[in-house]
């Protein structure tokens, strides 16, 4: 007998939209602090965060990554269909995470440089070259690193909550092949 799809990959998707978020938001701004710590971009974080605040941080966690968070769990609930019963689970939604992180961040550099050109029209050189030192050099760089890493942290504690509550799209066809072939 067949085991559905579609209830637990929605099930998958449910889980990854309300925790991902939330676990890349808690971990992105330590690992950004502590990837900037040797650089002057430091106090720009440190400003940031807590302009932000403790208590509203998951704001733009859940604005900026509730999206990649259920792309990533619709991604998992496939590859978790897909993939021998040999294969890591938890690490493919690592991975997936991490690659979706990286789709957030290459739109978030093309809305910012449409920004830029805006501001450049408007406000002149001045005020755009101000923005443009914000979003560059080290401090891009460390920003893309602890975004890379909260979206794998998110797709890894993500899965590993979905196994706990018995999320799988997995067939037990697909686990009688594996055992017999073993």
Excluded: K
């Excluded at 957030?104 to 755009?128: H, K, P, Q, R």
């Amino acid at each position: 007998m067949r085991r559905p799809f579609f209830l637990p990959a929605f099930g998958i998707v449910v889980v990854f939209a309300l925790l991902g978020p939330a676990v890349g938001g808690a971990v992105f701004i330590p690992v950004a602090m502590a990837l900037e710590a040797g650089a002057d971009a430091a106090p720009h974080i440190g400003w940031i965060a807590g302009l932000i605040g403790h208590a509203f941080a998951l704001i733009p966690a859940y604005v900026l990554g509730l999206w990649p968070a259920m792309l990533t769990g619709f991604c998992y609930a496939l590859y978790d269909a897909w993939a021998p019963g040999w294969a890591p689970r938890a690490l493919g939604a690592a991975l997936i995470g991490a690659l979706f992180a990286h789709a957030l961040y290459m739109a978030l550099m093309s809305a910012g440089s449409g920004i830029s050109f805006w501001i450049e029209g408007d406000f002149g050189d001045g005020v755009s070259d101000m923005v443009s030192d914000w979003t560059s050099g080290e401090f891009d760089e460390g920003l893309y690193r602890a975004l890379l890493l909260a979206g794998a942290a998110s797709g890894l504690v993500c899965a590993m909550a979905a196994q706990l509550l018995g999320l799988s799209t997995r067939s037990g066809e697909l686990d009688r092949r594996d055992a017999r072939q073993n």
